[in-house]
């Protein structure tokens, strides 16, 4: 049974740093994408961040690139979401994710959450003013 368990977030002030974990169990972590999403209040799920199963290769979304990092290490199964200078904008639950396509089509689809199958239960990060 694969299970995916985010930690990390937080309250915290603008400008201010949170670095989110997702524990992987279940699965070969180093053979599976892994993808950071998030949701806000009354919006729709949307991408963040995502990496490919060597690490090799990271996306972002666009109004994250230079404060957010993606990372994984796959002695510990756990991927990584490093969030800095945060702004107010940022504040979401924010859900990992694996997806089971590993058929090496990573960058065309890495910002589709249909094409991940296992998810998180969610961390909260609230950023204030």
């Known amino acids: 049974q694969v299970q995916l368990v985010e930690s990390g977030g937080g309250s915290v002030q603008a400008g201010g740093s949170l670095r989110l974990s997702c524990a992987a169990s279940g699965l070969t972590f180093s053979r599976y994408p892994m993808g950071w999403f998030r949701q806000s209040p009354g919006k729709e799920r949307e991408f963040v961040a995502a990496t490919s199963p060597s690490g090799g290769s990271t996306y972002y979304k666009d109004s994250v690139k230079g404060r957010f990092t993606i990372s994984r290490d796959t002695a510990k199964n756990t991927a990584y979401l490093q969030l800095n200078s945060l702004k107010p904008e940022d504040t979401a639950v924010y859900y990992c994710?694996?997806?089971?396509?590993?058929?090496?089509?990573?960058?065309?689809?890495?910002?589709?959450?249909?094409?991940?199958?296992?998810w998180g239960q969610g961390t909260q990060v609230t950023v204030s003013s």
């Open positions: 994710a694996a997806s089971g396509r590993i058929d090496g089509s990573f960058r065309s689809w890495y910002s589709s959450d249909d094409r991940y199958d296992y």
